[in-house]
């Protein structure tokens, strides 16, 4: 059966700040969902990470519809006026637009898409990531897709041994969407030259060279710059298949041990570990740290099996202890160095426009012994 997964996730409202969105806001979205959706959808999952509902969705009508799609922005509307309601903070926020234009690409939400013909047994995995951008997931993806030391799979099964094909987004191209393919093994140092840059060059989506077979989506966009000027993007989802032709589960989960930094946290502007979390995590330090959550299912059919939380056990209470020691140990720095993010990325504009007031301020001075004629040109 030929199946399309896609979620779509945004930030419509949440209580006490950034936090958690209500109850009543995340009913009343399932609840569109199960109205409206009857014709359109197989199956749909709702889940919350961090102050951001997330609609997982499977159908038959593949990627990119623009009935799909508008069902997810219209349940978001409809969300967005209870959160108006209940006086949420954020009430719509991540709606950037005031109508709907054919998907939500440029529109605010973040979404990915898988679509395939299912396997007589289809795993995979859905990650929800809050207070962070689509580069966090540049390093897990290329751990438990290219590195024997996480994906043992590559080493022992012929089939992972062929590679993978990465296409890896140039989020900085502000007129249309810069991307190249590059495929492991042979190009295995030219991906890592592009990803150790979290904020420019972003994984797209993954693709198994034995067969072609697509395996992982990230909802990697250049929204940050279609205004012209950074606006942000801090609740990023992802897709991956696992098992067979892709990396077994706990190889796709093995990298998030190492709560690598990322960047956003407080105000989008700073770096901070990310925080492998419980299904419908809060938000809390310093707005962080960085959350991701990780739900499992097997789909058959289009129905989704009941969701498994991947990072409710107790390997992972002591990977947040040492994430939680990360945390505190960066901030820390406050404002100093690599703690806050460059100019170039901070989603708030107060650092920058200080520093454009600043530097009309600064002056030249003349080079000690200079002649006098010298001296005065340099201090026009």
Not at 33 to 44: F, H, I, N, V
Not at 157 to 164: E, N, Q
Not at 334 to 352: D, H, I, N, T
Not at 365 to 370: C, D, M, N
């Amino acid at each position: 059966m030929r199946t399309t997964l896609t979620v779509i996730k945004a930030d419509i409202g949440s209580i006490g700040g950034h936090i958690k969105p209500s109850g009543k806001l995340r009913q009343t979205v399932e609840q569109f969902l199960k109205e409206r959706g009857k014709t359109l959808l197989t199956d749909w999952y709702v889940s919350s990470t961090g102050d951001d509902i997330a609609l997982l969705m499977s159908h038959c009508h593949g990627r990119d519809n623009a009935d799909i799609h508008k069902l997810a922005w219209d349940a978001f509307v409809a969300g967005t006026q209870v959160a108006k309601e209940q006086g949420l903070y954020g009430a719509g926020q991540d709606l950037l637009k005031d109508a709907f234009s054919g998907n939500v690409r440029g529109l605010g939400p973040a979404s990915c898409e898988l679509e395939f013909d299912e396997r007589p047994a289809e795993p995979f995995l859905f990650f929800a990531a809050d207070k962070t951008d689509p580069g966090a997931y540049n390093l897990p993806l290329y751990l438990s897709f290219a590195d024997p030391m996480h994906c043992a799979g590559l080493l022992l099964s012929p089939r992972l041994a062929k590679g993978f094909t990465f296409t890896i987004m140039d989020v900085s191209h502000t007129h249309g969407d810069r991307v190249i393919e590059l495929n492991t093994p042979e190009e295995l140092y030219d991906i890592a030259c592009l990803l150790r840059d979290n904020q420019r060059f972003v994984i797209e989506s993954v693709r198994a060279r034995a067969g072609g077979e697509i395996a992982a989506a990230v909802s990697t966009s250049r929204l940050h710059n279609i205004a012209g000027t950074y606006t942000g993007k801090d609740d990023p989802v992802a897709l991956v298949r696992t098992q067979g032709s892709f990396p077994a589960t706990g190889e796709v989960l093995s990298p998030y041990r190492i709560g690598h930094y990322v960047a956003g946290t407080m105000r989008g502007s700073h770096n901070g570990p990310l925080m492998p979390s419980r299904l419908n995590a809060t938000i809390s330090f310093f707005d962080g740290p960085p959350v991701v959550t990780g739900a499992a299912f097997c789909v058959h059919e289009g129905r989704f099996t009941e969701a498994v939380d991947v990072f409710d056990h107790p390997f992972w209470d002591w990977v947040r202890l040492k994430v939680s020691e990360k945390a505190a140990e960066i901030r820390r720095q406050g404002f100093s160095g690599p703690a806050m993010l460059p100019y170039s990325e901070l989603e708030y504009g107060g650092v920058v426009e200080k520093m454009k007031e600043l530097d009309r301020k600064f002056v030249v001075r003349p080079e000690s012994g200079a002649p006098a004629a010298k001296r005065a040109r340099a201090s026009r």
